[in-house]
C-alpha cells in the first residue's frame, strides 16, 4: 500500500510559475499509463490577486491604509511569544484630541482626511520591524519591538505626540488637534494581550488627566 502511496505521488505533481510580465501560472502534470506526462498550464493571475486583494482588505484599514484591529491583535500576539523569549516590547495606545469638533464643524470628509494624514505622519515615526495600526474610529496603536530600555517608548510617544499637534492645512482649513499616549511594556507589565492593552489604555487616560499631550 505504501508503494502505491508513492507511486502516486509520482504520478501526480503541480507547481506555481511567477513569470516576468507578472502573471502567474499554475502548472499540474499527470503521468499517463503508456509513459507519457500531460501537463495543464493554467493562468491564475486574477484569481491569485483576487485572494491577496480580500486578505488585504481583511487585515487593513481602508481610509488609512493602516493594518486593522485584527491584524495589529496578531502582531501583538507574535511579540508577546518573542517577550517570552526575552525580548521586550512596548505596546502605545492613543486617540485624537479636538477631533470631534473637526467632524462637526468642518464635516466628516474633512476628518476622514485628517485621519488619513495622520496615519502617513505616524508612519514616519517607526522603525521597519515597528507596526502602527488604526484600531477605530480615531484610535490608534503602535507596538515598538525590542526595545532596549523603557526611555525608548518615551522617546517614541514623544515624537508620536510632535507630528499629530503639528498643524494640518485641509481645504484652506488651519486645524490643529493634539493626542496623549499610554505605554505598557511586556513582559514587565505582562505577557497577556488583553491585559497590555488595559494598562496601555489606563496610562492613556492618565495621561489625559493630568495634562494633555503628555504621555
Not at 146 to 167: F, G, K, M, N, Y
Request: net charge negative.
Amino acid at each position: 500500500i505504501q508503494d502505491a502511496m508513492a507511486d502516486a505521488r509520482v504520478k501526480e505533481s503541480g507547481f506555481i510559475k511567477h513569470l516576468p510580465d507578472g502573471r502567474i501560472i499554475a502548472v499540474s502534470q499527470q503521468a499517463m499509463s503508456d509513459g507519457g506526462w500531460v501537463a495543464v498550464h493554467e493562468d491564475v493571475t486574477e484569481r491569485r490577486q483576487t485572494e491577496a486583494r480580500i486578505s488585504y482588505l481583511a487585515r487593513h484599514d481602508q481610509l488609512t491604509g493602516l493594518p486593522n484591529r485584527v491584524y495589529f491583535h496578531e502582531q501583538l500576539e507574535e511579540a508577546i511569544r518573542h517577550a517570552k523569549r526575552g525580548k521586550a516590547f512596548a505596546v502605545l495606545c492613543f486617540d485624537l484630541d479636538r477631533f470631534k469638533a473637526v467632524n462637526d464643524t468642518l464635516g466628516h470628509p474633512v476628518g476622514d482626511a485628517v485621519l488619513s494624514l495622520v496615519g502617513e505622519r505616524l508612519k514616519t515615526c517607526i522603525w521597519p520591524n515597528d507596526w502602527v495600526a488604526r484600531v477605530g474610529g480615531d484610535e490608534f496603536a503602535i507596538i515598538q519591538n525590542q526595545i532596549e530600555r523603557p526611555e525608548d517608548s518615551c522617546d517614541l510617544a514623544a515624537r508620536v505626540i510632535e507630528i499629530i499637534s503639528t498643524p494640518f492645512i485641509i481645504n484652506d482649513h488651519h486645524i490643529v488637534i493634539g493626542t496623549s499616549v499610554g505605554i505598557a511594556l511586556s513582559p514587565s507589565d505582562g505577557v497577556d494581550s488583553e491585559l497590555l492593552l488595559k494598562k496601555a489604555d489606563l496610562a492613556m487616560y492618565r495621561a489625559k488627566t493630568g495634562c494633555r499631550g503628555s504621555y
